[in-house]
């Protein structure tokens, strides 16, 4: 895909805000409107989830969630990148849920919910979904986070919805404290050199869609 003068939205969380980074420019977004030439429109915002949550959160902007924010986005993009989930499995109380859901109140049924909503907003446009990366976790709680990168990518194929599977493929993986050191802000952002990579990866899997 030929991505100069493309618009594309970023629906995501803190890491599509461009927490972690020095500046809006070494975000992985600005880094992808820099080196591709692409008008991006970057609806990421802090510490929100896919699904919705029955507790409020103390920060109000927390329970803005995924499947809320899809009708706001611009309808004249031509391309839509979705990347979350990790806060879902941090400190979100919808529960995990089954692949038969389809609410809004368990991670599953959030899934559907966006993903579908998505569709019908841009039934002719590529949608691309990123699973969460790697984080700084126990090593049963990547087992469990795992799980929620699973479900990301059951639903998406349910849709046919292409995967950029960056828990598996970013090259990250922070308990290793070189890589840790090299590429993370904290336990769960990454830095400049982190939002590279993801920028990078991000255009390499669109230039073959």
């Known amino acids: 895909m030929e991505l100069q003068g493309k618009k594309i939205n970023f629906l995501g969380d803190s890491i599509t805000e461009g927490v972690g980074a020095t500046s809006p420019e070494t975000a992985y977004v600005g880094l992808f409107a820099k080196l591709t030439g692409a008008e991006t429109c970057n609806y990421g915002i802090s510490g929100t989830r896919f699904a919705r949550q029955k507790t409020p959160s103390e920060n109000p902007r927390f329970d803005m969630d995924f499947c809320s924010r899809v009708e706001e986005m611009d309808p004249d993009a031509d391309v839509i990148v979705v ?24 991670f599953y049924g959030a899934c559907h919910t966006i993903f579908s909503s998505l569709i019908e907003k841009y039934p002719d446009k590529p949608i691309v979904i990123m699973t969460p990366l790697q984080r700084v976790l126990e090593p049963e709680q990547v087992l469990e986070l795992r799980t929620y990168v699973q479900a990301i990518r059951e639903v998406a194929e349910f849709y046919s919805l292409p995967v950029l599977d960056l828990f598996a493929t970013a090259g990250i993986q922070p308990l290793v404290p070189a890589q840790r050191d090299l590429y993370f802000a904290d336990t769960v952002h990454p830095n400049d050199a982190g939002h590279v990579r993801i920028a990078n990866k991000l255009m390499q899997f669109l230039a073959v869609l």
């Open 83 to 106: 990347f979350g989930g990790t806060n879902d499995f941090d400190h979100g109380d919808a529960p995990l849920g089954e692949m038969e859901d389809r609410t809004v109140w368990t």
